[in-house]
């Protein structure tokens, strides 16, 4: 079992849909969680971290459930720039391990 | 302008030449890493360094090296790269306080022969 699982999707919604994406882990250990954005094979980009009381930034949701080991992200009122694919990661271990593990990301295609 | 930069950008090279995939960053960065990433992979980590002279493994080593002389500097040494090693690879630097927060470099599209 891997051990950061995302749908790899595509996920296609017209512009002005909610959108979610989830996210599971295998290790209990694992104590910081984000989630990332890429544009077009281009470099990861940091969306926003993810709490255990949630986080929300504008049309940006993200939640954490650490009894079912699962993370995840809202999209609302989609738009055609958040057409990307949508990384989530996790840091092994407490402290700065300097261990990050990547999820094989969830493509989103927003269309007109 | 705050940046992680790599070189080459592309390459195309045969089974068994060594190569250098360099990557440096201006920020004053102690952690460094290097991810490969592949289609259906996502990305994966190769090695990592907390600080100067400081390395240790990511998820998949075999048949990379890395060095960490100097703080701003972290090459990747393919010393007889083969078929398999070919990705797209990416740097990426932060603070050890803030590891979630990894500037990456725009990555390196390599391809072995």
């Known amino acids: 079992r891997k051990e950061v699982e995302q749908d790899p999707g595509p996920f296609n919604v017209p512009e002005g849909a909610t959108v979610a994406f989830n996210c599971t882990y295998s290790?209990?250990?694992?104590?910081?969680f984000f989630w990332y954005r890429q544009d077009c094979r281009k470099e990861p980009k940091l969306l926003m971290s993810?709490?255990?009381s949630g986080n929300e930034d504008g049309r940006f949701t993200a939640q954490l459930n650490r009894a079912s080991q699962y993370i995840s992200l809202l999209i609302r009122d989609s738009k055609l720039s958040d057409s990307a694919t949508y990384l989530c990661?996790?840091?092994?271990?407490?402290?700065?391990?300097?261990?990050?593990?990547f999820g094989q990301g969830t493509t989103l295609q927003v269309k007109p | 302008e705050a940046q992680v930069t790599q070189n080459p950008r592309y390459l195309i090279t045969v089974t068994g030449k060594k190569l250098t995939v360099t990557c440096s960053q201006n920020?004053?960065?102690?952690?460094m890493s290097w991810y490969r990433q592949d289609p259906g992979l996502g990305l994966r980590q190769i090695y990592y360094?907390?600080?100067?002279?400081?390395?240790d493994k990511g998820d998949v080593p075999e048949g990379y090296k890395v060095s960490r002389k100097e703080k701003r500097n972290f090459p990747l040494i393919l010393e007889s790269p083969s078929p398999n090693q070919t990705s797209l690879y990416f740097c990426?630097?932060?603070?050890?306080?803030?590891?979630?927060?990894?500037?990456f470099g725009p990555g390196t599209r390599l391809t072995v022969l």
């Open positions: 990426a630097s932060s603070f050890t306080g803030t590891l979630y927060t990894q500037y």
């Open positions: 290790n209990s250990a694992s104590q910081s």
């Open positions: 993810v709490y255990s």
């Open positions: 990661v996790v840091i092994l271990g407490s402290g700065n391990t300097g261990k990050l593990i």
């Open positions: 920020m004053n960065h102690e952690y």
């Open positions: 360094s907390m600080n100067v002279e400081v390395t």
